[in-house]
């Protein structure tokens, strides 16, 4: 689950971490209020939508005074805000956060998150702070620096010390960016983050190291642990689509292909999008239906399949283990026959009751196209979905 900024900056400083002050404003009247309250002077206005590349995108802006925070942010609200990672369509600006204005020395870079391939987190930094961090990963890899952190122990002081020290900062700087690290971490861990980016983590010319930035992502497996979080949720910034997925506990991330996805298994989900791809055509999603789906829950995901107009074939993909074949054909054959389904499906599938479910299929009188193998399916659905465009 993604939130706003200034959502991520009052976990932070719930845990210590240094922010700029600042609040969430929803009109301009608000927004000349809070200038006041930051003492009248200089304030930033930055538009608050979940992607990042907001400053180019023209979503952060400075004003002198409550005046011009009025202006700036009765511009950005309601405007639709189009960055790298938003994509053409762009985002509605529904709120703005005015935070006050900073003497800023040098920006840096700070980004924890976990890495998988290691099994712990693993916090970043880099001198080259404030520019898209993809890119100096990209063009200069040494800029970043990294350290794997134990989950029994923590993050270490001499680690946070030592990433302090390569990202250049020496002297007062360099203890409270260490300090901010720790609490950072701690911060990660109390709300089960998956991601914590800071960027950019400056140091202002008064030698204070604040967090300007806070793009903070949690973990939806351990909502249950809090319930306080789920507040957090804008609804508004979510696809309609991977919403209604969620009533149903399916997992779906809308893609920008022609070929509906429809898979019990991450992994095996992921290797359906790779051998599409393979074959030549691009998956319109991920969706996977999980171990247990139901009849009514393959119901559910073939209609979000279907809400997504530019599906021109839908594969399916099953391994029957705990989600029989049987069950699956049932839930196919209701789902087709209410929904009158007018685009092409591929059915592979091995497993529990798999001659049973292929003859619910056959028996069925409805247009599928079986398949034995995930490479025959591939080049069936692919072939389909070009003769429908």
Known sequence: ???????????????????????????ADEAAAVAERLGGGR??????????????????KLADDPTGAARIAGEMLGMTLVTAQTG???????????????????????????????????????????????????DTPELIHKVHVNPGLGLAPFQARGLADAIGLTGAPARKAAALMQRVYAAFVAVDASMIEINPLVVTAEG????????????????SRHPDLLKLRDLAEEEELEIEASKHELNYIRLDGTIGCMVN???????????????????????????GASAEQ????????????????????IFGGILRCDVL?????????????????????????????????????????????????????????????
């Not at 304030?43 to 952060?60: D, L, P, Y």
């Not at 900073?102 to 987190?121: C, K, M, T, V």
């Not at 298994?265 to 171990?291: Q, Y």
């Not at 995901?301 to 279907?306: G, R």
Request: aromatic share 2%; glycine share 12%; proline share 3%.
């Open 43 to 60: 304030v930033v206005v930055k538009a608050q939508i979940h992607a990042g590349g907001r400053g180019k995108g023209g979503g952060v």
């Open 329 to 389: 054909a049932e839930g196919v054959i209701a789902a087709v026959t209410e929904l009158g389904v007018d685009v092409p499906v591929v059915i592979r599938m091995e497993g529990t009751n798999v001659d049973q479910g292929k003859r619910m299929l056959r028996d069925s009188g409805l247009n599928f196209t079986t398949a034995d193998s995930m490479g025959e399916a591939a080049d069936l659905v692919v072939g389909l979905a070009a003769a429908a465009q």
């Open 88 to 138: 053409p369509a762009g985002r509605v600006v529904s709120r703005v956060l005015v935070e006050q204005g900073l003497d800023i020395a040098s920006e840096l870079y700070l980004g924890l998150l976990i890495d998988r391939a290691q099994q712990r987190p693993l916090l970043m930094a880099s001198a080259a702070g404030g520019m898209d961090i993809e890119q100096v990963a990209a």
């Open 1 to 27: 689950m993604k939130i706003h900024e200034y959502q991520g900056k009052a976990l932070l400083t719930q845990h210590g971490v240094a922010t700029p002050r600042g609040e969430p404003v929803f009109s």
């Open 298 to 317: 393959i119901r559910a995901a073939f209609q979000i399949l279907l809400s997504d107009t530019q599906v021109k074939a839908v594969l399916i993909n």
């Open 265 to 291: 298994g991450a992994g095996l989900a992921m290797a359906t999008m790779d051998i599409i791809k393979l074959a030549g055509g691009e998956p319109a999603n991920f969706l996977d239906v999980g171990g």
């Open 208 to 223: 204070e190291v604040l967090a300007l930035d806070a793009k903070i992502t949690l973990d939806d497996n351990a909502s």
